[in-house]
């Protein structure tokens, strides 16, 4: 075994899960960088410790998590590291089992402990950084912007309050000058994110502020997109999509999860709405922006779920024709009240619902793509692959939407700019551009 270098620390930050994970890793990066410590995100190169900011939320990512846990203690074990941290939503949820079942962990942190963690690593928490968003995981002309932490529901399949407790919304004042910041250092789209995007301001400013701060944001000069992630469908303020048609920096983009539409099922699941419910919301948005871009997620096999439900989600889809949609498999999760509940549909069945409803879906989103094939886009481009450089439309967020594809041989374009672009082709998922010069 190694002993310990010589050399000075140097941490190496390892996430897992969502973009609210990937926003605190950056936060904890910010902190290390403020306090003169040597840190990277996902670095292998001679980083001696190594945190590992993990995620709780269902079963798979669970996996995940423990898996790289335990891919890490044993690099400890070997030498190749000398300390190993685990924090994040994970760590929140299981931390006395975690330290028992995998002691090689120097220490394990909840979701509120950063200056402990900070502490551990030979940092102070420096309060002055706070806002100022300077060492970024995602490429320099994107980033996550947090506008608040929990969730005040209780929709009954979900951990999420467990780990992350009650909703605490930002201050206005502190997101605008976060936004501020990022846009300094070359950020051109943001996207806001938080459990529940439009419960924002409910808890600090006793009413909903969603909109006004959607009105603050726009006025930030120099950001050119704004993306929502994350809204609950029931008490849904309409207010946010006229906001959103009268700025053209606010992308005629939402992320609406609406996990089901089964009434039955919604009602088991608490969701406050029911299928007319969401049937009328889906309809009055699109009222006020026909080409809105709707993202949502659907989640399939819930206790109790019939093949009546399941084909009831399916037509529904099929009416609905989202732009998007992702399908997660019911999860059964202690300490969530759906937990008490008999989890009776069995694994293969719920496999089998979760690619019915993405085989639809695949049908639908391929038409809606070879309906684009002429048009002319405007494209932020993100990345350059071996054979292309790759980009998305004001209707793609990175990582879980479609992406715009312009062949690299005949082109080029720089990194981090927008480009109008021809589409000549499309898949399923993607689609095929020339530039327009
Ligand atoms: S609104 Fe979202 S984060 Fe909150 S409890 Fe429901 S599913 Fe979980």
Known sequence: MKTKSLKPDKVNIVTLGCSKNTVDSELLLDQLKGNQISAQHETDED??????NTCGFIDVAKQESIDSILHYAERKQQGDIEKLYVTGCLSERYKKDLEKEIPQVDAYFGTLELPFLLERLGADYKHELIGERTNLSTPNHYAYLKISEGCNRTCSFCAIPLMRGKHVSKTMERIISEAESLVKSGVKEIMLIAQ??????????KTRMLPELLEKLAAVEGLEWIRLH??????FPLEIIEVMRKHDNICNYLDIPLQHVSDPVLKAMDRKIDKAGTVQLIKDIREIIPDITLRTTMLVGFPGETEADIQELQEFIEWARFDRLGVFQYSHEENTSGFELEDDVTAETKVQRCNRIMQVQQEISADINSQKIGKTLKVLFDRK???YFVGRTEGDSPEVDNE????????????????EVRIVDATDFDLFAELIV
């Open 47 to 52: 980083a001696n410790i190594v945190v590992i």
């Open 385 to 387: 692959d071996s054979e």
């Open 404 to 419: 715009v594809l312009l062949p690299a041989k005949d082109n080029y374009i720089r990194l981090g700019d927008f480009a």
């Open 230 to 235: 994350y809204a609950y469908p029931h008490q």
């Open 196 to 205: 529940e995007l439009t419960y924002y301001g409910l808890d600090i400013y």
